[in-house]
Structures are given as C-alpha cells and as structure tokens.
C-alpha cells in the first residue's frame, strides 16, 4: 500500500526553525519526485518545494527562498523540508506528495499528484 505519512508540525514563534518529515512506503521512493505543499485557511493549495529523484530541487515560492530547502534520504524512505526563519505567513496545513518523476516547471502542477499524506500543521505565532 502506497503511503505519505507527515510530521514535525507544531507551534513555533516567529523566526524560529522546523523540520517536516514525509515518510514514505508502498513503493521506490528513488524513482519519484516528492513535493511539498502547503494549504492556509481560505486559501488554496500551494505547491512550495519539489525533489527529484536525482536530488535537483524546484522552488515555487519567492517568499520561501534562503528559509526553506528540501532533502531526501532515500535509503531512510524519507523526505525532508527544513524551515528557518519562519514567518507568521508560513502558517498552513503542509503536505507531501507523490506521483511525478520530474518536478514540474516553472508551475507546481498541483493536480497532477495522485497520493497525497494527510497533513502536518504548521502554526507560527508568537
């Protein structure tokens, strides 16, 4: 069974650091990109970090960059989005995704995924 399980969400005041984990199982994680996205209340879906299974990583958001960078360790099944410098705008739901070979360019291409993790929570306030 494929599967994207989030965590490493919480509470962090501003300017503070976290690091999101995607583990993943179900299938080889080193033929596939993984994007992270990320979705604020009333808002829609954003696509913000994507890696490809050669490790090349795609930006999506201006407001992310020098803060935000993307990793994977393929032989811990597992995809990493580190967060610095974080803002109150950065608060959202972020997921992982998977389904792609190659991260699209230049737009996230939302749809295109087909499985999706189920959410971590990322609150920034002080």
């Known amino acids: 069974q494929v599967q994207l399980v989030e965590s490493g969400g919480g509470l962090v005041q501003p300017g503070g650091s976290l690091r999101l984990s995607c583990e993943t199982s179900g299938f080889a994680l080193d033929h596939y990109a993984i994007g992270w996205f990320r979705q604020a209340p009333g808002k829609e879906r954003e696509g913000v970090l994507c890696i490809n299974y050669s490790h090349e990583s795609t930006s999506y958001i201006d407001s992310v960059k020098g803060r935000f960078t993307i990793s994977r360790d393929n032989a811990k099944n597992t995809v990493y989005l580190q967060m610095n410098s974080l803002k109150p705008e950065d608060t959202a739901v972020y997921y992982c995704?998977?389904?792609?070979?190659?991260?699209?360019?230049?737009?996230?291409?939302?749809?295109?995924?087909?499985?999706w993790g189920q959410g971590t929570q990322v609150t920034v306030s002080s």
């Open positions: 995704a998977t389904g792609l070979y190659w991260c699209p360019r230049p737009l996230p291409m939302t749809s295109e995924y087909d499985i």
